[in-house]
C-alpha cells in the first residue's frame, strides 16, 4: 500500500480497530441484496449473530448498472449485517436527485442508520440535513472524502482519491511513461475528477483527460477507440474503474495502439487481466471493507456510542497498488469476491 503521501496531511485510522468490539462476535447468516432497491430480513434467531436489538441500516450509493466494484461493497455491507443482527436495506441510483430522493424515503422509513455515498455532495446536502434532523446517524463512504466532515457525518470509510491519483501519476513516471490519458466515465463526479487531477499532479509527462459515457459500454469502446486513433503518440491509458479497464483493453487492440493500461479498482476479471499482463497494474481501495464498516459502525455507534476515525479523521482503505509482483496472492480474495 502506497502510504509514502497523503494530501491535506491526512492520517490513516487503522481499520482494525474499526472492527475489533465487533470482532468478538462470531459471524451469522442474515443479509439484505437487491437491485434498485432491495432488502431481505433473515432469521432473526439464526445462530452467531449478536445479542443486540434488531435493527435496519439503509445503504444508498450511486451504482452504475452494471458495475461490479458495487457487488462486492454490497457484500462487504451483507457480511456485517449478518453478523451484527442488521436488516441491510441497499438502493442505488447513479442520478444526484434521485439518489437524494432515496435517502428521504429511508428517513420516512425511519431506519436506524444510513450509510451513503457523496459522489455529488451539492445535490446530497439538504436531504443528509434532514437525516440528522430526524435523528438518524448517517456514515459516508465511497465518496466524497472532502465533504463528509462539513456535512456532519459520524465517520467516512474509502479512500483520498487525490492521494491514489499522484501515487499513479508516480508509479507511471518510474515506468517511463510520457503521454497518458485519463479516462472519466461520468463528468462531474467528484472523487473520479480528483483521481484524475492527483493522476496529472503526480506524472512528470503529459496528462490529457477523456470524458465517457461510463453506462454505454459500446460508446465507450468507440469513444476510446478515436482518441487512441488519433494521437498515437499517448503511451498510457488510465481508466477509473474495472470493466472500463477491460473494455479499454480491446479498444487499445482496437486502434492499433502501443499504449499500456493501468486502472484504479478490481474485480475478479481484472485481476485475470494483470495476471496476464494486458492490464500493467490497478490500484484497489478496498470496496468490501467500506461496505463492511459502514454497516458495522453504525452499529457500534448505535450499540456502544462508538465513533469510528474518532469522528474527525476519515479511515483510509486504499490506495493499495496490485501487480505482477502480488496479484496471485490477491487473485484468492478476488475469487471469493472480497478483494
Known amino acids: 500500500m502506497d502510504r ?12 482494525a480497530a474499526v472492527a475489533a468490539a465487533a470482532a468478538l462476535l462470531v459471524a451469522g447468516c442474515s443479509s439484505s441484496s437487491g437491485g434498485k432497491q432491495s432488502e431481505e430480513s433473515g432469521s ?34 451483507e457480511a456485517a449485517a449478518a453478523k451484527d443482527n442488521v436488516k441491510l436495506v441497499y438502493s442505488s441510483d447513479p442520478n444526484a436527485g ?40 448517517i456514515v459516508g463512504f465511497n465518496g466524497g472524502v472532502d465533504d463528509w466532515k462539513s456535512q456532519g457525518l459520524l465517520s467516512y470509510f474509502g479512500q483520498d482519491e487525490t492521494v491514489a491519483g499522484e501515487a499513479i501519476g508516480r508509479k507511471l513516471s518510474a515506468l517511463g511513461a510520457k503521454n497518458a490519458v485519463c479516462v472519466i466515465q461520468e463528468q462531474g463526479h467528484v472523487a473520479l475528477e480528483a483521481r484524475c487531477a492527483g493522476v496529472k499532479k503526480g506524472f512528470t509527462g503529459k ?27 499517448i503511451d ?31 474485480n475478479k476479471d481484472l485481476v485475470k487481466a494483470v495476471q496476464n499482463g494486458s492490464i500493467q497494474f490497478a490500484v484497489d481501495q478496498q470496496p468490501y471493507l467500506q461496505g463492511y464498516l459502514s454497516v458495522d459502525s453504525l452499529w457500534l455507534y448505535k450499540t456502544n ?18 501487480d505482477k509482483t502480488n496479484v496471485d496472492t490477491i487473485a484468492t480474495f478476488a475469487a471469493k469476491g472480497t478483494r
Open 305 to 322: 456510542g462508538n465513533y469510528s476515525g474518532g469522528s474527525e479523521e476519515p479511515v483510509l482503505t486504499g490506495p493499495a497498488f496490485v
Open 44 to 77: 432473526a434467531a439464526s445462530a452467531g449473530k449478536a445479542g443486540t436489538p434488531r435493527m435496519t441500516v439503509a445503504m444508498i450509493t450511486h451504482a452504475v448498472p452494471g458495475d461490479t466494484f458495487w457487488d462486492t461493497i454490497r457484500k462487504g455491507a
Open 236 to 266: 498510457e491509458v488510465v481508466t477509473l474503474g474495472a470493466p472500463y479497464a477491460l473494455t479499454a483493453v480491446q479498444s487499445i487492440a482496437d486502434a492499433g495502439s502501443k499504449a499500456k493500461l493501468a486502472t484504479f479498482d478490481l
Open 4 to 15: 509514502s503521501s497523503h494530501a491535506r496531511s491526512r492520517r490513516i485510522v487503522p481499520v
Open 207 to 233: 496528462t490529457q483527460i477523456l470524458y465517457v459515457n461510463g453506462a454505454d459500454m459500446p460508446a465507450l469502446k468507440s469513444t476510446i477507440t478515436a482518441k487512441l486513433t488519433q494521437d498515437k503518440t
Open 98 to 137: 434521485n439518489q437524494a430522493n432515496l435517502v428521504q424515503n429511508a428517513i420516512d422509513q425511519k431506519v436506524d442508520g444510513i450509510a451513503v455515498t457523496l459522489a455529488k455532495p451539492d445535490a446530497m446536502k439538504d436531504v443528509v440535513a434532514k437525516a440528522k434532523a430526524a435523528g438518524i446517524p
